[in-house]
């Protein structure tokens, strides 16, 4: 699950970072509902910077080692296109032992010069068995958008230079593409197709 971007546990006003904890707490309940395992995951990211990002990752640690058993056994942090970049993640998962998702295309806008490969391997390497199967998201820029803007439709060709670049590797893949099925479809028909299903 990936709540809203709103939702933010490292935020400076109180009300906001409540109101976060108890959007997270519900998604946890969900999932516990529906009698999943700690393989099941919530995704977030780490938040702002608020013109410090140390204080702000400290500011995250700090509440995240207060949040409930349930919800850091599914809580995950992904790198973003701005802010933190997949070391920044890292340097949190450091202190605390959150997994890591790779955001692919995050890490096209914002790395420290880490291949895409590398930054997979890295990420990859912050789950532990009770996690699950790592998570990828992937997207690509659309045309004509500012930089970070989710693509409409799924490009075939970088899609297929992903897979080969990543060949080898164990994940599970989320497409962030806004024709979300129609998409779907096409990665399916890749994947067959280049024998990677």
């Not at 995250?60 to 056994?73: N, P």
Request: with cysteine; hydrophobic share 35%; charged share 25%.
């Amino acid at each position: 699950m990936h709540p809203d971007q709103f939702v933010i546990i490292n935020g400076l006003k109180d009300d906001v970072v409540e109101r976060s904890v108890k959007e997270l707490e519900y998604h946890c309940a969900v999932l516990d509902k529906m009698a999943l395992d700690s393989t099941a995951k919530i995704q977030i990211h780490l938040g702002g910077v608020y013109g410090d990002k140390g204080s702000a990752m400290n500011r995250f640690i700090e509440r995240y080692s207060a949040l409930s058993r349930s919800l850091k056994s599914r809580l995950v942090i992904e790198n973003d296109d701005r802010s933190y970049s997949l070391q920044d993640c890292l340097s949190v998962h450091q202190k605390i032992g959150i997994p890591v998702i790779f955001d692919a295309f995050h890490h096209q806008c914002l790395n420290n010069g880490e291949t895409l490969r590398q930054g997979l391997e890295l990420s990859a390497r912050t789950w532990k068995e009770s996690d699950g199967i790592p998570m990828v998201d992937y997207s690509s820029q659309q045309r004509g958008q500012r930089s970070g803007s989710h693509a409409k439709t799924l490009n075939t060709a970088m899609f297929k230079k992903f897979l080969l670049e990543t060949r080898g590797l164990d994940f599970d893949l989320m497409l962030e593409i806004k024709d979300k099925e129609t998409s779907a479809l096409k990665a399916l028909k890749i994947l067959k197709a280049t024998g990677n299903l």
